[in-house]
């Protein structure tokens, strides 16, 4: 081999490298993290030396029936926050976000205020009943024991005009070592495809 093909051969590996660098792995690495972030909400927790498991919500730990109950904390049908984890690459890097508006309220935790509207009395109500509340099994001026009802029950029949809720933080996308080792392997795969040594 010539020196002058010796220099053309570098030139196209150097070429290769730079187009994995600059358009390959960007979308590569924003899978990978989408995959990684995507994976916290199935394990309950984020994922970063070792797995820090949530706070649980307080639908699984009310001893609840209902269909809201049988999800996971940050779980749901519809599943808005999971599905909301988005990549964009761009030129030799890449975005991960979720834009559902309320994912910073429970990336960072947050306290919201919530009117208490003459539709959630009602909604409250009917709460109330479908946990037992109103029932002819009590006697008259009996304090009802089932804790759910009163729950419904007291919502209902606030005086106040906005409830506080307090949202612990539960971080599903930041820096994990367990991603970055990933991407890092990843990485050294895709080089070495390129130059063979």
């Known amino acids: 081999m010539t020196q002058a093909e010796f220099i053309r051969e570098i030139q196209k590996e150097r070429q290769k490298l ?9 979308v590569i690495v924003g899978r990978m993290a989408k995959d990684h972030y995507q994976d916290n909400f199935r394990k309950g927790g984020f994922v970063n030396n070792g797995l820090q498991k949530w706070e649980p919500a307080k639908r699984i730990t009310s001893g609840r029936k209902d269909a809201g109950a049988k999800y996971k904390t940050l ?9 909301g ?8 890097r890449v975005v991960i976000s979720d ?3 309320y994912a910073a309220a429970h ?3 947050e306290a919201i205020t919530v009117p208490i509207t003459a539709k959630m009395r009602r909604f409250a109500w009917a709460k109330h009943y479908e946990a037992g509340g109103g029932s002819d099994s009590g006697t ?10 009163s729950f419904w029950k007291g919502l209902a029949l ?22 970055t080792k990933k991407i890092e392997d990843k990485i050294d795969i895709e080089v070495r495809k ?4």
Do not use: C, V, W
């Open 18 to 26: 730079d187009d994995l660098f600059r358009r390959k792995l960007p």
């Open 75 to 83: 779980m749901s049908s519809k599943n808005h926050l999971f599905s």
């Open 85 to 92: 984890i988005q990549y964009t690459p761009g030129d030799s």
């Open 99 to 101: 834009p559902i508006p």
């Open 107 to 109: 990336q960072f935790g």
């Open 140 to 149: 008259e001026g009996e304090e009802n024991t089932n804790t759910e009802a």
């Open 158 to 179: 606030t005086k106040k005009t906005s409830l506080s809720i307090k949202l612990p933080a539960r971080p599903f996308i930041g820096q994990s070592a367990e991603l």
């Open 194 to 197: 390129i130059i063979t040594l």
